[in-house]
């Protein structure tokens, strides 16, 4: 018997440790590996603790930061910088944190590391992207993995171990359902799912009694906090959930399934800084991408292993995304036919809707 965590609750722990300042050790299969801590939690008194190991501090961010930056990604989908000797705090901030890109655009020269391992400095970053941080992470190589997660208490990851969860969808399961009658259909249903992964939960709304043995009317929701909640203009996100329900109340049956990926899987406070950007005049992709981003980080075979549990193997899509459809047929949900969902268009998201057209895929 063995009370002690396994690799998934270590990351989940790793993932807290992160989002509070706290540095985690990533270990290599030869007993060697990497501090790191997120560079948007980082602290004075914890940079200096790094440097106090001995080791030059390095910087891990996406390629796609580092285009932003005119950094070298030697590791096509990373760059390690090296932080000068005299950088501070300010500094890290800088390199992590677009808002005042266009205010200080030389932030360089960059050194970037070439050669050697990238796999340590790649799941850290991965491990900021999944803590719903910036994807930016300050590292230093120490000799003795577990010797220092021991000496500073410190959650220690094996990367080789944690690789593949990180690369996995986590499994979901069941926790509870209850009846909720709604304003479109008085049989309404709240279905509560919980992944293994101490990651948010995911709902399944269900009208009606869809028969499982015929394609069921069904949407695929990204959760929106000032679309859905607040009726935010700068989308259509509220207009498409009410408008996907009406549609499933007027058929009687649907499934409408509200994942918490907020801001494209990015969460509330990068969506919150991707439209700072766009206040600054850069499209919804071009902000994603300045932060490090990619367009669209969501995992959409959440909603594929929800559907399927639920007994679904066949949908009527809601949605103007192509690449909703191609998750499902990936991952075991045949898509018998698209349902256009066109509504919510407004002066204010007109440019933002025709970005995702032009450069996101989605049909028009």
Same mark, same amino acid.
């Given at each position: 018997? #063995? *009370? %002690?965590?396994?690799?998934?609750? $270590?990351?989940?722990?790793?993932? =807290? /440790? @992160? +989002?509070?300042?706290?540095?985690?050790?990533?270990?290599?299969?030869?007993?060697?590996? #990497? *501090? %790191?801590?997120?560079?948007?939690? $980082?602290?004075?008194?914890?940079? =200096? /603790? @790094? +440097?106090?190991?001995?080791?030059?501090?390095?910087?891990?961010?996406?390629?796609?930061?580092?285009?932003?930056?005119?950094?070298?990604?030697?590791?096509?989908?990373?760059?390690?910088?090296?932080?000068?000797?005299?950088?501070?705090?300010?500094?890290?901030?800088?390199?992590?944190?677009?808002?005042?890109?266009?205010?200080?655009?030389?932030?360089?020269?960059?050194?970037?590391?070439?050669?050697?391992?990238?796999?340590?400095?790649?799941?850290?970053?991965?491990?900021?992207?999944?803590?719903?941080?910036?994807?930016?992470?300050?590292?230093?190589?120490?000799?003795?993995?577990?010797?220092?997660?021991?000496?500073?208490?410190?959650?220690?990851?094996?990367?080789?171990?944690?690789?593949?969860?990180?690369?996995?969808?986590?499994?979901?399961?069941?926790?509870?359902?209850?009846?909720?009658?709604?304003?479109?259909?008085?049989?309404?249903?709240?279905?509560?799912?919980?992944?293994?992964?101490?990651?948010?939960?995911?709902?399944?709304?269900?009208?009606?009694?869809?028969?499982?043995?015929?394609?069921?009317?069904?949407?695929?929701?990204?959760?929106?906090?000032?679309?859905?909640?607040?009726?935010?203009?700068?989308?259509?996100?509220?207009?498409?959930?009410?408008?996907?329900?009406?549609?499933?109340?007027?058929?009687?049956?649907?499934?409408?399934?509200?994942?918490?990926?907020?801001?494209?899987?990015?969460?509330?406070?990068?969506?919150?800084?991707?439209?700072?950007?766009?206040?600054?005049?850069?499209?919804?992709?071009?902000?994603?991408?300045?932060?490090?981003?990619?367009?669209?980080?969501?995992?959409?075979?959440?909603?594929?292993?929800?559907?399927?549990?639920?007994?679904?193997?066949?949908?009527?899509?809601?949605?103007?995304?192509?690449?909703?459809?191609?998750?499902?047929?990936?991952?075991?949900?045949?898509?018998?036919?698209?349902?256009?969902?066109?509504?919510?268009?407004?002066?204010?998201?007109?440019?933002?809707?025709?970005?995702?057209?032009?450069?996101?895929?989605?049909?028009?």
């Amino acid at each position: 018997m #063995s *009370l %002690a965590p396994d690799t998934t609750e $270590l990351l989940a722990r790793a993932r =807290a /440790d @992160l +989002r509070m300042g706290l540095p985690v050790v990533i270990a290599d299969a030869k007993g060697g590996g #990497s *501090l %790191a801590v997120a560079a948007e939690t $980082l602290s004075v008194a914890r940079l =200096a /603790d @790094l +440097r106090a190991l001995g080791e030059t501090p390095v910087m891990a961010i996406t390629a796609r930061r580092a285009a932003t930056l005119k950094a070298r990604a030697y590791d096509g989908d990373l760059a390690r910088v090296v932080l000068p000797e005299d950088a501070g705090l300010a500094w890290v901030q800088a390199v992590a944190d677009p808002a005042d890109d266009l205010a200080t655009p030389m932030k360089g020269p960059f050194t970037s590391q070439r050669g050697g391992d990238a796999r340590l400095a790649r799941l850290a970053v991965k491990l900021c992207k999944t803590a719903q941080l910036l994807p930016a992470a300050v590292t230093v190589t120490v000799a003795d993995a577990a010797m220092i997660a021991r000496a500073h208490g410190l959650t220690l990851i094996d990367a080789e171990a944690a690789a593949p969860h990180l690369a996995d969808a986590s499994p979901m399961h069941a926790v509870i359902s209850a009846r909720l009658p709604m304003a479109v259909s008085e049989a309404g249903r709240v279905h509560v799912f919980r992944p293994e992964d101490g990651g948010e939960e995911h709902y399944a709304v269900e009208i009606g009694r869809p028969d499982r043995a015929k394609p069921v009317l069904a949407r695929l929701h990204s959760a929106c906090f000032t679309g859905d909640l607040m009726g935010s203009l700068k989308c259509d996100c509220g207009p498409q959930l009410r408008a996907a329900l009406a549609q499933m109340g007027e058929e009687g049956a649907g499934v409408l399934l509200y994942l918490n990926q907020e801001g494209r899987g990015i969460g509330l406070a990068n969506k919150m800084r991707a439209y700072s950007l766009q206040d600054q005049g850069f499209d919804t992709v071009e902000a994603n991408h300045r932060l490090g981003f990619e367009d669209d980080e969501r995992d959409f075979r959440l909603g594929a292993d929800i559907l399927k549990s639920m007994g679904f193997a066949s949908v009527r899509l809601l949605t103007n995304n192509p690449g909703k459809i191609a998750m499902m047929e990936t991952n075991g949900v045949a898509v018998a036919e698209r349902v256009p969902l066109k509504v919510g268009e407004t002066p204010h998201n007109r440019a933002y809707l025709a970005t995702k057209v032009a450069k996101s895929g989605h049909l028009p």
